[in-house]
């Protein structure tokens, strides 16, 4: 069975402006065609397409600052790090997986 989670039991991250907070899921699927995304919602909004990590290493990403957001992937988990956060980052962030068929 194919699964996600975040890695850490927290279910909110605190932090103070300027400083860097990395999120960081993991997950186990027996399948090498892998893409991991990550999402954020704003309140009261749908949730945002950040960006897409390939299992080739292949990124696509739509993020408004790539200089502040950055992601790694291996193959057992995905982070994503938000770099000089402010005010305006807080939301719920989402990991999701995605296997394919070869």
């Given at each position: 069975?194919?699964?996600?989670?975040p890695s850490d039991q927290r279910t909110s991250v605190t932090s103070t402006e300027g400083d860097s907070v990395t999120l960081e899921c993991?997950?186990?699927t027996s399948s090498s065609n892998v893409f991991l995304y990550w999402y954020?919602?704003?309140?009261?909004t749908q949730p945002q397409y950040i960006l897409?990590?390939?299992g080739r290493s292949e990124t696509y990403?739509?993020?408004?600052?790539?200089?502040?957001f950055t992601s790694t992937t291996s193959?057992?988990?995905?982070?994503?790090?938000?770099?000089s956060v402010?005010?305006?980052?807080?939301?719920?962030?989402?990991?999701?997986?995605?296997v394919t068929a070869q």
């Open positions: 069975q194919d699964w996600i989670r993991s997950y186990d954020r919602e704003f309140s009261n897409l990590k390939g990403q739509n993020i408004p600052d790539p200089q502040r193959q057992k988990s995905t982070s994503l790090t938000i770099k402010t005010l305006s980052d807080s939301a719920l962030y989402y990991c999701a997986l995605r």
